[in-house]
């Protein structure tokens, strides 16, 4: 598979080789060995979600409080969305940067969010279905919630109406209410770990 960085450090897409015969085709989705390589440490699943979605459904921001931190591997199983993250780390150099990804079912590319680094998704189809691969268990309170419309953040969705909300979702703070509210991991948080590509500069 091609693992390649994105424009938020530590977060990358990951694209897997298709092998196709008469009956059809195979690829993996998931290969942790190649994964740790590229991140520097291990990724250990310990908890797999799945969200199905009705078209121009947006879902997050989200992220979750470090600690317990956690790092998501985001794959789409069925229909196709617009997959962003964004950097939420206080003092990144790529501090509300983000990164766009087309995520369907048949190219099977996966993202990998790391902690701190907030995710969300519009979906493209009806019946869009996602699966999250989660380096930490839900813990209640946890999570952070960001304004995916946040005229700060200026995220370019692409939809042409409206799009389908939670509630907690549409009254989530924006990123300025969320680091002045402390809500936010630390860059240089010393239990942050350093992706390969920093490593070797």
Known sequence: MLIEPTAVPGAYVVTPHRHGDRRGDFFEGLRADALEEVI?????????????????????????????????YVSCVRGALR??????????????????????AHSGRSVYVPEGVGHGFLTL??????CYVLST?????????????????????GFTRPPLMSDKDARAPSLAGAVAAGLLARWDDPARITPREERTR
């Open 125 to 130: 189809t009806d019946d869009t279905c996602v």
């Open 40 to 72: 520097g440490h291990p990724f250990v699943p310990r908890q797999i979600n799945y969200s199905a979605s009705r078209g121009n459904t947006l879902r997050g921001l989200h992220g979750v409080a470090t600690p317990p931190g956690q790092a998501k």
């Open 83 to 104: 997959d962003i993250v964004v950097d939420l780390r206080i003092g990144s150099p790529a501090f509300g940067r983000h990164q766009v990804t087309e995520l369907d």
């Open 137 to 157: 268990t839900y813990v209640p309170g946890t999570q952070i919630d960001i304004d995916p419309l946040d005229r700060q953040l200026a995220l370019p969705w």
